[in-house]
């Protein structure tokens, strides 16, 4: 029964509730007809029961209209976690989705997640209503603990995010010399906010800071980031410089 016919029954039961102890009320009346007593009791009871019916279907109105209320609620929660196998192929075409063409192949990620699974990350955003529940993947980065031979030639920026290769990587438990950050991106500002949140996290992480962090900023944004960021090109470049093509490697220097 939806809620709106409660409430009509409510205020209808209401309503003749009321009117029956309002004649009721008038107890003189009966009184005068001695016989006609019976009628009064009659109808306080009646009034009473009905009025009680109506009490009952007030409370199931505001009750259902609480579910319901509750039912239409949308929660919306972040989730971050690496990504499984299973999911790279989802994950490299939201990457592209965001930063174009540019990004590495699909099958330069299978190498990378091969070598470290902790390599790349995503960030899912869960949206709950009722008893449904939708999970999608919004954000992403990518992170990369190298080995002491690829952090000499990111300072050189003889190496490029792109050209890593499985023996530029440390395995997972093991010490990196330093750290590139890869690809980031995510669709719509709550996203972006939690997603560099989250990388950010990562890096200062006390169980895998190292002293260096390397990134190479392709898009305006990520520039404008890098230089936030306190990063600084390993190559001299002014800040107003565009380095629209993200020849540039960014190096950050973290304290000890």
Known sequence: MKARRILDIAVLFATFGGAVLAVAALKDLFDHFGSL????????????????????????????????????????????GTVRTDQLEAYHGLCRSILGEGV????????????????????????????????????FF??????????????????????????????????????????????????????????????TSPARKTLLLFTRPVTKDGLRLAWQQGFEPVQKLSPASSDEEGETIFVRRMPA
Not at 48 to 54: F, H, I, M, R, W
Not at 122 to 139: D, W
Not at 173 to 198: N, Q
């Open 37 to 80: 007593s019976w009628i009064y009791r009659l109808m306080v009871v009646a009034g009473v029961a009905t009025l009680l019916v109506a009490l009952v279907a007030l409370f199931a109105w505001f009750a259902m209209n609480a579910i319901s209320a509750s039912a239409r609620a949308v929660e919306t929660s972040y989730v971050i």
């Open 142 to 203: 990518s992170v990369f603990p190298v080995t002491k031979q690829a952090s000499e030639l990111l300072f050189k920026n003889q190496l490029k995010g792109t050209e890593l290769g499985p023996q530029h990587i440390v395995s997972r438990g093991r010490t990196p010399a330093a750290t590139y950050i890869g690809a980031v991106g995510a669709k719509g500002f709550r996203a972006k906010e939690r997603t560099l949140g989250a990388l950010m996290g990562y890096v």
């Open 104 to 139: 590495a192949s699909l099958e330069k990620l299978r190498q990378w997640h091969g070598k470290n699974p902790d390599t790349v990350w995503a960030v899912y955003r869960q949206r709950s209503r009722g008893l449904r529940h939708k999970i999608e993947m919004v954000g």
